[in-house]
């Protein structure tokens, strides 16, 4: 892909004195840096990937995106093929993304997050999708997978220009549905960044990682950037027994599915949710096969 067409199929304004090069991979890693790769360089806590610009290039990157701190450290000349942008973090995935074809747009992408569950109700729809006979994918904490692929994961939810290589030969491979883990550091990171998900699912909200995000809100409000309407275009599933996921339930609107679990003889208990439509189940227990 060339390099012109790349940076405004994402929304990047492409610079004047940038010349336009073939670009063959995007990558935020300046460490694993194919030939004639864009680079983005990513501002992290302690250290600025962008400060690496000159290094990605020596070693054979075709471009460099990175950051105004990055620039102002280390300045490009005029000559330097760098693109200087407000936020690399979601430029790369706005990058990752049209590069490799929009693919989230491809298939049924649904995003799982809550601090537990997430790895359990994936593998719930994996099992259930494939069950109906739709080739899915799994994206999560345990490994990426789809029929005929298998890959170690590295994180709960992968770099943006890792989840969209992916995304791309899943689709490639025939994939219709994928559920994905999404964290709540891939959320605040902006790892997501360029997905189309056609549904997501809140499971709850527990005190965990403040030592990231600092306070109960701020850990609430990065899980809610999977439910922002640039990024969901179906519909929600929250649980409702979870106070925080009432509330994420009432800021949605019509957007969301609340669910609970009620003992049936309670049913008029409990906050109020949808009433189009309810499922009772009775009499469950746990087997070998699993619920019965």
């Known amino acids: 892909?060339?390099?012109?067409?790349?940076?405004?199929?994402?929304?990047?304004?492409?610079?004047?004195?940038?010349?336009?090069?073939?670009?063959?991979a995007v990558s935020g890693d300046s460490r694993r840096l194919p030939p004639a790769a864009l680079f983005v360089g990513m501002p992290g806590a302690h250290v600025d990937g962008g400060d690496y610009w000159a290094a990605s290039l020596a070693g054979g990157a075709a471009v460099a995106v990175i950051g105004p701190r990055a620039a102002r450290k280390h300045p490009p000349g005029p000559?330097?093929?760098?693109?200087?942008?407000?936020?690399?973090?979601a430029c790369l995935g706005r990058l990752a993304s049209a590069f490799w074809g929009h693919p989230s747009r491809h298939l049924q992408l649904i995003g799982v997050t809550g601090t537990n569950g997430k790895t359990t109700t994936t593998h719930w729809i994996?099992?259930?999708?494939?069950?109906?006979?739709?080739?899915?994918?799994?994206?999560?904490?345990?490994?990426?997978?789809?029929?005929?692929?298998?890959m170690t994961a590295s994180h709960t939810t992968a770099p943006a220009d890792v989840v969209?290589?992916?995304?791309?030969?899943?689709?490639?491979?025939?994939?219709?549905r994928a559920a994905m883990e999404v964290s709540s550091h891939a959320l605040a990171q902006q790892r997501?960044?360029?997905?189309?998900?056609?549904?997501?699912v809140f499971t709850n909200l527990s005190q965990d990682h403040l030592d990231f995000h600092g306070d109960m809100e701020s850990y609430f409000?990065?899980?809610?950037?999977?439910?922002?309407?640039?990024?969901?275009?179906?519909?929600?599933?929250?649980?409702?027994?979870?106070?925080h996921g009432r509330r994420l339930h009432q800021e949605l609107g019509s957007k969301a599915w609340g669910c609970r679990l009620l003992d049936p003889r309670q049913?008029?208990?409990?906050?109020?949710?949808?009433?189009?439509?309810?499922?009772?189940?009775?009499?469950?227990?746990?087997?070998?096969?699993?619920?019965?």
Not at 5 to 23: F, G, K, N, Q, S
Not at 128 to 141: E, F, M, N, R, V
Not at 224 to 232: H, N, R, S
């Open 1 to 24: 892909m060339r390099l012109h067409h790349l940076l405004e199929t994402a929304a990047i304004p492409v610079p004047a004195l940038v010349a336009d090069r073939e670009i063959r």
């Open 221 to 243: 409000q990065a899980k809610a950037k999977l439910f922002a309407a640039d990024m969901l275009h179906g519909q929600a599933v929250i649980n409702c027994e979870d106070h």
């Open 267 to 292: 049913r008029d208990q409990g906050p109020p949710l949808d009433r189009n439509g309810e499922l009772v189940m009775c009499d469950l227990a746990m087997g070998a096969k699993g619920v019965e």
């Open 164 to 176: 969209h290589g992916h995304l791309a030969q899943a689709v490639a491979d025939g994939v219709q």
């Open 192 to 200: 997501v960044a360029g997905l189309a998900l056609a549904g997501a």
């Open 79 to 89: 000559a330097d093929p760098v693109v200087v942008v407000e936020d690399p973090a």
């Open 126 to 150: 994996e099992h259930l999708s494939t069950a109906l006979g739709t080739p899915t994918a799994l994206l999560g904490t345990l490994e990426n997978r789809w029929p005929g692929t298998v």
